[in-house]
């Protein structure tokens, strides 16, 4: 089967909107510094407030926010650069289906790669905030975005 070019740049559309939808929990909504779960939110003076954080709580949330973020960080760098090898592929005329097929598999697993290292990171923050500032925190973040 050939592929126009029409068709190619239709394919790496569809691919581009299919990443970028499941990237949606890395959008930050706002600029404050409580607005992503996966920022400092402990530097929230109100969230800091409302949980009632510690010294000793804060200070293990940022060797948390060290440690997972190094990782999440790397995670994303590797899904970001195995689909740069999908655009490549995809670009050759003609496509080589089964490399583009190959490359494809690894950015999916990349991607889930990625999402296990954020949910890593929230369950290490769960066992150091416990059940009940983690479900307040919850409840802030899901009223904070309306979801």
Not at 65 to 82: Q, V
Not at 84 to 94: G, Q, S, T
Request: proline residues 3%; contains cysteine.
């Amino acid at each position: 089967m050939k592929f126009t070019r029409i068709t190619l740049l239709g394919l790496a559309l569809l691919f581009v909107v299919g990443i970028t939808a499941g990237s949606a929990l890395a959008a930050t909504p706002d600029a404050d510094p409580g607005a992503d779960p996966f920022d400092k939110w402990w530097n929230d003076g109100q969230l800091a407030s409302l949980l009632q954080l510690d010294a000793a709580t804060i200070e293990k949330l940022d060797a948390l926010y060290l440690e997972h973020g190094k990782i999440i960080l790397d995670r994303k760098a590797a899904l970001e650069k195995n689909r740069m090898d999908v655009f490549a592929c995809m670009e050759k005329d003609p496509v080589d289906e089964d490399q583009a097929r190959k490359e494809y598999k690894e950015v999916l697993q990349d991607r889930s790669a990625y999402y296990m290292a954020r949910f890593d990171y929230v369950l290490a923050v769960r066992k150091v905030i416990g059940k009940e500032r983690y479900m307040r925190l919850f409840d802030y973040f899901t009223k904070k975005w309306g979801k």
